[in-house]
Every structure is written in C-alpha cells, then in structure tokens.
C-alpha cells in the first residue's frame, strides 16, 4: 500500500508542474528577465497557498482518521509461503552391478583330455549346441563290454526265469541270474551318462563369453570349461547396510543410473534378501532391468536411489529457510500484532531432508505464512511489509 507522506509529495509535485504548465500555455512567454522574475513569484505564491491548502486538509482527515499518514520507515519487505502438505519420501544412494540370471560358468562332470572346442569366444549359441568334447573312448570301451556281458546276462535270466516258473532249480539261481542282469543294466545306465557328460552343451541360447579350457588339455570334475551367458534376462544386484533391514520391499521404485553411459531410468524391486552376509553385514536387493535402447555388461557398475521413507500428508518446507539458534532450528513466520505485521521465530522439529525439502515433524500447524524471501534480514517482533506477490 503506497504511503500518505508519498502521495502528498506527489500531489504537490503534480500541482507544481500544472501551474507551471498552464502559465507556459497562456500567451507567449516574458521577453525579458523583470517578466519572468514576476510570474515566477506569482507561482510561487501560488504555490504557497497550495501547500497550506493541503496541510490544513491533512489535518482535517488526521482528526477523523488517526491512522493516516503514518508509516513505518523500518519494516523489512519480505516473501511469505503457505507450509505445503503433500507426501514425502526419503531416497538413499547404493552401488549396484548389472548381473544375470543366465551367466553359467560350464565345468567338467567327469575326467578327460579335451577333444576339441567346437566355439570361440563371443559367438552366438543356441540352447543343447555341443561347445566342448571331451576323450571318451575309455568310457564308449566300458560300454561296449557291458553290452556285451548284460546281453549274456538277460539270456541266463530268461533261461533261468522259465525254469524257476516250472519249479525247476532253486530261488537262489534265479535271484542270482536276476541280480547280475540288473546290476549290468545299473551299470551300462552310468557309463551312458558319463559319455554324455563328455559332451559339453549350451545350457541355452546365449553368447559365449570365456574359454578357461585348452585343446589337449586334461579335464577333471569341477574344472571350469565354458562360460555361457544371456543378455534376455539380467537384472541389477546391490549389497546394502543391514541398518536398512525392513526398508525396501518387492515392487517398490529404483531409480537407475548408469555412469558409463550417463542413462538414467526407471525400474522396480524385484526381490529382497531376507539372510544377512556375516562378512560385510549386508543383504541383497535385485532390481529389474527393463528393455533398453543401449548396451550394458554383466559386472557393469549402476548407481541406485532406493525409497527408504515415506509419508503422507506430511509437513514439508524448503530447507534454506530453516535456521539454527541455541535453542535448536526455528523457521520465520509473520504473525498480526495489534494491526502490525511481525516476524516471529518458531522453533521446529525436523525429519529427514531430500532433494533441498525437510519434513517438518513438530512446531507447525501448517496454516502458518512462512517467510521465504528475506528470513536472513529479519529477528523475532522486527516489523515486516509483504512483497506484491505475499499479499
């Protein structure tokens, strides 16, 4: 609101300036100085009257309205802000790697010299594709003869099978004769599958991605061969502090981002580790990696912001305008005494603080104005005026 005092000045200024032009309009201006020196006195006589015409009009509405013309020369201008209410949360930061569910390192199930390596590193293969063959002869050998002895061994069974029916020889030549048909059968059903294991295959379709083996090299049970993996089903993996126990549960948001290739996304949480790893005192998160329109690589390091908290219908402010005195941190707000605008300071209890916003846990009712804009020029009961946009 502009002040009395102000309009006054205008007013006279405004006066000034229209006699003067309403002198300078009537007839030709003064040829010489006496002239000139003669109307300037009248105006000013004029002018004169002016004055103690409005002083005596602003005595006149001062007795009617004692509030008129005054003016505090002192107040602050300041921004004021409604103390908004809307749900809040709190992320945390973690390193992550991109990781997959079909990253399978191939090891030898059974002793052998390697045959021959049918892939080369970072070829394309189909699911059940033969990638490594390992020397079976001893084994294809073995079974020959147990073929051989289980087919001798099925004839002395059904021989000794019909006697036993006509009651002819005893139960145990017929056991005998059952049990060694059996354990030739056991036998041959072993060395079928170790010949299989001799052959190593694609678990399924993916890309070849290392070869620990060499040709001619000597294979034994659990040496590493072929590592096999599928970029259709990867997923993000990240350790976190067991101080977060209870925090995050499946579905919740991630937000993904990976440095390498500066992409940011997305995604969700698609299961939590409920055991704690004794070494590093931390469980597992895995988050889902959707479709993406660039390339990334088992082992490749995401950074990731997962929601720790959240509240509704919460108390939030911006956090430059919390402040700190000796009895805690305080925000500024104005409040009305006896008709005057006052700053005042009212002490708060915060929560947690995210992306420059704090939660406001006690103190505020959230009907107060909080000074925004000049909260640093001002101190408890300084009088203060709003800016054009507060009011």
């Known amino acids: 609101m502009k002040t009395y005092t102000s309009s006054m000045k205008s007013l006279q200024l405004l006066a000034l300036v229209a006699i003067l032009f309403a002198g300078v309009s009537c007839g030709e201006a003064p040829s010489d100085i006496e002239e000139k020196k003669s109307e300037l006195s009248e105006y000013n006589n004029e002018l004169r009257e002016l004055k103690a015409k409005i002083t005596t009009l602003e005595k006149e509405i001062a007795q009617m309205d004692p509030e008129f013309g005054k003016e505090n020369t002192n107040a602050i201008l300041v921004a004021t802000m409604p103390v908004p209410t809307k749900d809040f949360f709190h992320m945390t930061e973690v ?20 045959q021959a390596i049918q892939v080369t590193e970072g070829q394309k293969v189909s699911k059940g594709q033969v990638l490594l063959t390992l020397d079976a002869d001893i084994i294809r050998n073995n079974i020959s003869e147990v073929q051989t002895s289980l087919e001798l061994a099925k004839t002395l069974f059904e021989r000794q099978s019909k006697l036993w029916e006509q009651k002819i020889g005893t139960e145990v030549q017929y056991l005998e004769a059952k049990n060694r048909k059996e354990s030739l059968e056991d036998r041959l059903a072993t060395l079928n ?64 981002y990976f440095p390498v290739q500066d992409k940011a996304l997305t995604a969700r949480v698609l299961s939590v580790g409920q055991v704690i790893n004794s070494e590093n005192r931390t469980f597992t998160v895995e988050v889902s990696l959707p479709k993406l329109d660039f390339t990334v690589r088992p082992n490749q390091v995401t950074v990731l912001q ?50 420059s916003e704090t939660e406001v846990i006690k103190g505020l009712q959230g009907t107060e104005k909080l000074i925004e804009k000049g909260y640093r020029d001002v101190a408890e009961g300084v009088s203060v005026t709003l800016a054009a946009a507060s009011k």
Do not use: C
Not at 98 to 104: C, D, I, P, Q, W
């Open 95 to 114: 390193r992550g790697w991109v990781a997959s569910h079909k990253n399978v390192m191939m090891s030898a199930e059974t002793m052998g010299k390697v």
């Open 193 to 256: 599958s170790q010949l299989a294991q001799s052959v190593i295959r694609a678990p399924f379709s993916g890309r070849v991605d290392e070869i620990p083996a060499t040709l001619g090299s000597i294979a034994s049970p659990g040496m590493p061969l072929v590592r096999v993996l599928s970029e259709d089903d990867m997923y993000i993996k990240a350790d976190i502090s067991e101080v977060f126990i209870g925090k995050f549960t499946a579905g919740d948001p991630v937000e993904v």
């Open 306 to 355: 997962l929601i720790d908290y959240k509240s509704s219908k919460a108390l939030v402010i911006p956090t430059k305008i919390i402040l700190r005195d000796d009895k805690g941190t305080f925000v500024y707000t104005v409040a009305d005494q006896e008709g005057s605008l006052v700053a005042t300071k009212v002490h708060i209890e915060t929560g947690l603080t995210f992306k």
